[in-house]
């Protein structure tokens, strides 16, 4: 147990020069890159000269880039993300992201690992039968399907047939509804994104797990472990399943850091309140601590991912223990 | 046996997803259904709102129709949403449209005629270089505080005159060097005395008027304090307000609503106090593509329509539950800019090439240029036919539009008559040379993502490539073309359009003023120690500051007229078209009297719902 902790720290610490070089790489091309944050203000006819330089002052932009970025560090190191260029706070801007972003990623994470790891089991059992190829051909479309083009179909769907609403997360007049009609309402709206990212990362998950299942099933153990007698269940969820699950849980690591990033294309076109929206916009303005804030918040989330996921491995897999 | 069936089920399935992009063939509907939509949409105006006096308070009344109370009405907003909720600091369209639904300025602008007619004041009165503003009595703050004269000293002196938030209306009220003088005589009488004659001034007092027992604390705490003041963050229920509407909820990324203002100051013909409609709610959408699916869905009511689409909804019209209104020119102004700069950048390096410089500088060249352009063309296969051409530096809307500069048609005998006189030729491969040998090629950018400007920049690369020049048309990130026009000047031509106001050309000064931080054509980052403006410049400059002086429309409308007539003979800026606006509204909202100077919503507090 204790090996698992300073594993953990030992990681931890390693991340932090890797959080360092990513920052300044990010700063530095956001800054080099020749995009005008004061552009929309500039091409106003009547915005003052006056007003300009107030805000290329208020914004820093008057400083050298390596001054800039030194002030932005040390006010990140301190915990405050700055404001963004209209002078709002970066902190509560995301705030009012993420848990947007999070109940659609979760409950597609949730959707997809609970019906793909089954179902590419059932696949691998199956293997070559009309079932199995059903289920191929099924992903092969979830795959080859891009997922703002299937997004902007479920749109027009929705427009045609009125079932569904037209993006967004509420109604109107949500805030009039009683607690049932509320979930109702969000759930409502939910549907046709997480169709979308669900139909996406299904298939290739499923794929990995049926590919993983059958390579198993094909080793020397598991014929061992039939041979011995045992109930064909027992060979595939005790030695198969635990010998498969490896890879699932790297990926899991990558979905984890998939969590706030992940849907950004699909929010946009459903027009969904989560990050996305706001980083693209973000990034076409060049407003550089929200992009910092998002870049550094990515960044983290695959560091702790993968720290996860291996961690995780450590606890299902004793010959990772034992090498360790 | 088993695959058969198997194969067979798999091509079924594929063959119902087949069917679904199967449809009938449409025909492609022409242009000249256009045609009749070309034509403004006519309809009266109701008489001009006035003041009734009932009970010792001055109400504005009026004179629409009446209808019934009730119901919201849901219109859209582009973008990410209001930056802030403050009429002071915001520096954007979205926002100032969201302040400006919750608060009421001293004057507005008649829908009509343009003219500057009283809102939350009563009248004014013009004695020499003062004017007497006199304000309705009885009239109340959405929590009930009355709204007087000290509200209005302390909006113009402390928050406006004293550089608080952006700065812009502050900026453009400096007379000589001077702010005007604010006195006040009595609760409901402000005098501002200006040191001499401002015409654009009067136009200027409609900027909104704050509560001063809510901001004057935050006035108090400084100018850092103030840029976060009745921003995105505050609680709905702390605004106090003057306009009709006051704010009861936004949702980041989704809506902002707004609920009726009770004690709001606008009655109609039968005494009942306006606004009709209990909600107005504004669904924040990413761009136009989303608007239109949402209209379609019945989730908007009003939507302003583009190029194709309004073949589309003018074909569907008669069964639908929308009218389709032209309302004229849009406000904004197309255009290609020529960098006549001639100023090496810090580096001792010029901005523009040399050989360039002597081609732009050159009248025959702009001329040739002008004359090559089919605007026509544009107008017929760009903007659909809904467009007219421009020439004129004023948008066709504008009360001081030049009516005599009547443009022309493109013509390439005449641009090769102006090149040849300024010794341009063309070698045997059919490329342009100057009279130096050298060939004629120079950029043009646009922002790219602009459907719009990226197809007018290759009708520009096509029709001046007609006369030779080699144009490489680049369109650029909307930021960093913009960069380059105002900051490292290094370009020969850009595509562009502003937005203009149809009412006051004086807020165009920061691009016509030869130091203008918009001077587009000659832009100068800093002040130079010498004068090196160009003749037609010095006079343009002498224009804007007589005209300011001038509060006689007529003499006015003389200067500007001869502003725009040497812009048009001087051509550093050479306009394109100006697009028609085409908006459709459900039928159910009633009192829509949609005008080019206002735009629909302008007269909120009347529209009314009618099932």
Known sequence: ??????????????????????????????????????????????????????????????????????????????????????????ASKLKERIPNTLLLTIVVIFMTWSTAIPLGMLAAVKWKTPFDRFLTFLTSIGMAIPSFFFAILLLIFAVKSGWFPVGGLTSYNFDEMGFFHKILDITHHLILPVTVLFTISLAGLQRQMRANILDVLDSDYVKFARAKGLSENKVLFKHALRNAVNPMITLLGFEFSSLLSGAALTEYVFQYPGLGRLILEAVLKSDINLVMASLMMGAFMLIAGNLLSDILLILTDPRIRARG | ??????????????????????????????????????????????????????????????????????????????????????????????????AGMMFDGLFTTDAKTGEVIPKLAKKYELKGNDYYIYLRKGIQWSDGNPITADDVIFTWKNIIFAGLGNTSLRDSCIIDGKLPLITKIDDYTVKFSLPRPFAPFLRQLSAEVAPKHIFEPAVKQGAKYFDGFYSTTTPPEKFVTSGAFKLKEYKPAQRVVFVRNPNYYEINTKNEKLPYLNKVVYLIVGDANNEILKFEAKEIDVISLKGSNVARYKQKEPNADYKIYNIGPDTGTMFIVLNLNNRKNSEGKYYVQPEKQFWFKDKNFRYAIDYAIDRDNMVQNIANGL?????????????????????????????????????????????????????????????????????????????????????????????TLVNKMVNTLDW?????????????????????????????????????????????????????????????????????????QIIYDEKPIIYLYSPTRIIAVRKKLKNIYPSTLNGIMYNIEEIYLDK
């Open chain 1, 1 to 90: 147990m204790q090996e698992i902790l300073i594993y953990i720290l030992k990681r931890i610490l390693q991340t932090i020069p890797l959080l360092i070089l990513v920052s300044i790489i990010s700063f530095f091309i956001i800054r080099l890159s020749p995009v005008d944050p004061l552009a929309e203000l500039k091409l106003n006819p009547s915005i003052s000269k006056e007003t300009l330089q107030k805000e290329a002052q208020r914004m820093g932009l008057n400083k050298p880039i390596w001054k800039q970025y030194l002030l932005w560090a040390k006010s990140f190191a301190k915990g405050d993300l700055g404001v963004t260029t209209t002078g709002e706070s970066v």
């Open chain 2, 387 to 479: 467009a007219e051409p421009l020439f004129t530096a004023e948008s066709l809307n504008s009360i001081f539009l030049n009516k005599n500069i009547k443009g022309h048609k493109r013509d390439i005998d005449i641009s090769r008559e102006y090149l040849k006189q300024s010794g341009f030729s063309t070698n045997k491969n059919g490329k342009l040379i100057d009279k130096y040998g050298n060939n004629v090629e120079f950029d043009l950018y646009t922002n790219a993502g602009n459907i719009e400007r990226e197809s007018l920049g290759v009708m520009i690369k096509q029709d001046l490539e007609d006369l030779g020049m080699k144009i490489n048309f680049k369109p650029i990130e909307f930021n």
């Open chain 2, 1 to 98: 046996m088993k695959r058969v069936i198997y194969i067979s089920l798999i091509l079924l399935v594929f063959l119902l997803f087949l069917k679904a992009c199967i449809r009938k063939d449409v025909p492609e509907q022409e242009t000249a259904n256009n045609q009749n939509l070309n034509q403004k949409t006519e309809f009266e105006f109701p008489q001009k709102a006035k003041t009734v006096t009932i009970n010792g308070t001055d109400y504005l009344q009026s004179q629409a129709p009446t209808g019934k109370f009730g119901g919201e009405v849901i219109l859209s907003i582009f973008g990410e949403g209001p930056k802030t909720f403050n009429p002071f600091t915001s520096k954007d369209a979205t926002s100032s449209q969201m």
């Open chain 2, 492 to 564: 020969d031509m850009i595509l562009m359009g502003l937005t203009g106001s149809p009412l006051e050309p004086h807020n165009g000064k920061n691009v016509w003023n030869s130091y203008g931080s918009l001077h587009l054509f000659n832009q100068r980052l800093e002040k130079l120690s010498y004068d090196d403006r160009l003749d037609f410049e010095k006079q343009l400059d002498e224009i804007y500051d007589k005209a300011s002086l001038e509060t006689d429309f007529k003499a006015r409308k003389a200067l500007y007229d001869k502003y725009q």
